[in-house]
Structures are given as C-alpha cells and as structure tokens.
C-alpha cells in the first residue's frame, strides 16, 4: 500500500477528473492542481478539453443504455468498452498537452450509468437499492498505469441514500466562501440543484434532481429533426407554447411530485416516454417548433417549480453550469421564472461552467484518497456520511 500512501503524503495532487453524463455527448476531461480537504480545499484548473463521440459512437451508447435488456455478456463488454474508449481519449489529451501518465497523480472517474434504482424493490426475497456505471476503474487504472478512483454512488445507496446528485460536496466547497444563500443549478441531461447557506452550514446543504434538463428536448431534436441538440434553443425561440402539451408534461412527470431526497435518470425519461409525447403532439398536429419551445418551458419550469416546493428560505444568486448553460433561450425562460434571483453562469465566480461536473468528481476523488466522506447525508438520504469511491492503484 506504499502507493497510496505516497498520495497521501503529497501536499497536493495533480488529478484528471472525467465525466460522461447522461446525454452521451463526449467525454469531458479536467486537470486540476488540488491542495488542502473539506472547505480548505484549493484547486486550479491547468488544462481542459471536451472529447465529443461520433454520431455513431453516440447512437450506439445511447441504444444500449435505453434497451431494457442485456446479456451478460453485453455487460461485461460494456464495462470494459467504456474503459478502453476513455483510455484512448486521454491518452489522446496527455499528447496534446505534451503530459505524460507520470504527470497525473490520479483519475477520478464517474463512470457512465447504465442503472439507477435508488428506491428499494424485493430482489431475491430481499430489499435492494442498486446502481450501476460502467467504464470499470480498475481497468481503467490498468491501461493508463494511473491510479483511478471511480464508483462514488455505491456507498451512498448502500447506506440507503440516493446515490445522486453527488457534486452537492463540491458545491458545500467552492460556493461557501460566496457567503450567500446560493442556488447551484446543473443542467445535464438531468437537471439538479443545490442550496448552499451564506453561514456555509454542512448541515443545511439541500440538494435533489428536479426532472429532465437537456435530455427530452434532445432526444426529440434526434428523433424527429436528425439533429443532436437544440443549440442556442434556436429552434425553441422560433416556436411558441402549447399550453395541452405543458398540460400532459406535467401529468406526465410523476417525478416532480416526489418529495426530495430524490433522483432520476433515464429509467423514467427514456424513448418509451418520448414516444409518448411525440404520439401527444402529432396527435394533436403540434408543430416541431412549438414541441421543442414547450419542452424547453417545462424543462425551466420543473427547475422553477421544485426550487419553489421543496427550499426553504431566500434564494439571492443563481449560479447556472452544465450544458443548458450553453442555450440562451433557458436561460431566458429560467430568468421569467426567477424573478427575484440574480441568474449568473458558475464562470461569473471563477467556475468553468463546462467543467462543473468533472472538476466536482476531481474534489471527490481528493476527499477519497485524504480518507475523508464526501457524501451530503442531508441531500441523498444516507443513514450517515460515507467516504466514497473504490480506489485502483497501479
């Protein structure tokens, strides 16, 4: 164990944080400098880069993540396609930053989930809660002959938590020093927010998914339009409001009635569910446009709505990240219904909001090896704090 605790006794570490989200866009890859643990914790961003997969790459992970079944086979070959995928990518990224594996102390990796069942279901006689990502980090320590940290949501499901959202920790971290009652929100393909207090209490951290972010309004820009996304939410800004189909999205979401702690993911905004509303809206002769506006509404409004059910207390900034950042028209949809909340990009206090998620996992995976938990037991639902994360040492 000589390896590990050579990382341990470095005063700061040099970690390559990963994330591929549910949107299956590419893989995005943060080089931090990290110093310090907890709200000590002090890190520079040195390099970054966004990976995007092919179209073909992307439909293909896209098809095996939303088809109910598999074999075991399959899962296995998954497990480890991910890994050599990823393992190309950043082999590919240390050469054009003329960085060697001996540059990077460690990888921290969030794995692509393929399952998420936070709430327990009798299993074998037995309630079981389970989660599951794929892009093994063991193998992924093994082809690039660098320690890896991966697998943060198991302990917290194991502890009877959500599993998910998990960047609430770095939220606690970087935004605390703001001092002010702060909304972190992200939008992936699932949407997620986090209030942190201006007194910085740990305690008092909230956290839960709201519903769909990028990932309904890109699935249907795919299915229908034989494009990736909406960007800019041009397509969104050209159409209007159709007030019978915001009418079905909300009878449709059951998720948004649920009280926090909570969290989602394709298991309910999957193609069965974007083939009901693609049935509701040709149905009904609605155009593509005015689809993809309402959608883009209800994507604001179920963000708007859960802030308004579920937090107590003042809100006065809105920090935004994630790739919904990147489409004006939410953005400016999320300012009518924030009317009182000043709505910033995560950029605004020295957060790339690209980077968000994979700079997060970075700080996760330096609580990890410092032996710390970084789990937030007042947002998931967890019996207690847990340290997170399986290292995988060379």
Known sequence: MSALKNLQNKKCLNILGLMSGTSC???????????????????????????????????????????????LKEISQFNFYMAEVWSEQIKQFLKNENLTEKDIDLVAS???????????????GES??????????????????????????????????????????????????????????????????????????FEKVTAFDCGPGNMLIDSVCQ???????DENGKIAASGKNNPSLFEYLQELDTFAKIKPPKSTGRELYNQQYVNKLIGFAETRKISTKDFVHTLTKYTAYAIFNSSQQFING???????????????????????????????????????????????????????????????????????AAVLGKICLV
Not at 43 to 59: A, D, H, Q
Not at 155 to 179: C, E, M, N, R, T
Not at 368 to 377: F, H, M
């Open 223 to 229: 299915k229908l339009l034989n494009i990736p996304f």
């Open 128 to 201: 079981i809660s389970s989660t599951l990502q794929m892009g093994d980090p063991g193998v992924l320590a093994a082809l690039l002959k660098i320690p890896v940290v991966g697998d943060f949501r198991v302990a917290d499901v194991a502890l009877g938590g959500q599993g998910a959202p998990l960047i609430p920790y770095f939220d606690w971290v970087f935004f605390s020093q703001f001092k002010k009652n702060i909304l972190a929100l992200n939008i992936g393909g699932i949407s997620n927010i986090t209030i942190i207090p201006a007194n910085g209490d």
């Open 110 to 124: 969030h794995g692509q989930t393929i399952w998420h069942e936070p709430q327990p279901e009798n299993f074998l």
């Open 25 to 71: 866009d590419g893989l995005d890859i943060a080089l931090l400098e990290v110093c310090g643990s907890a709200q000590q914790t002090h890190f520079r961003l040195k390099k970054s880069c966004n990976v995007s997969y092919s179209r073909t790459r992307k439909k293909e992970l896209l098809q095996f993540i939303s088809k109910n079944e598999h074999t």
């Open 314 to 384: 003042s809100i006065e900034e809105l920090a935004i990240a994630g790739g919904g950042a990147k489409n004006g028209f939410l953005v400016k949809l999320l300012k009518q219904f924030f009317t009182d909340v000043k709505i910033k990009p995560t950029s605004f206090y020295g957060l790339d909001e690209e980077f968000k998620e994979a700079i997060g996992f970075a700080i996760l995976a330096n609580e990890t090896i410092r032996g710390k938990s970084s789990n937030v037991p007042s947002a998931t639902g967890a019996k207690h």
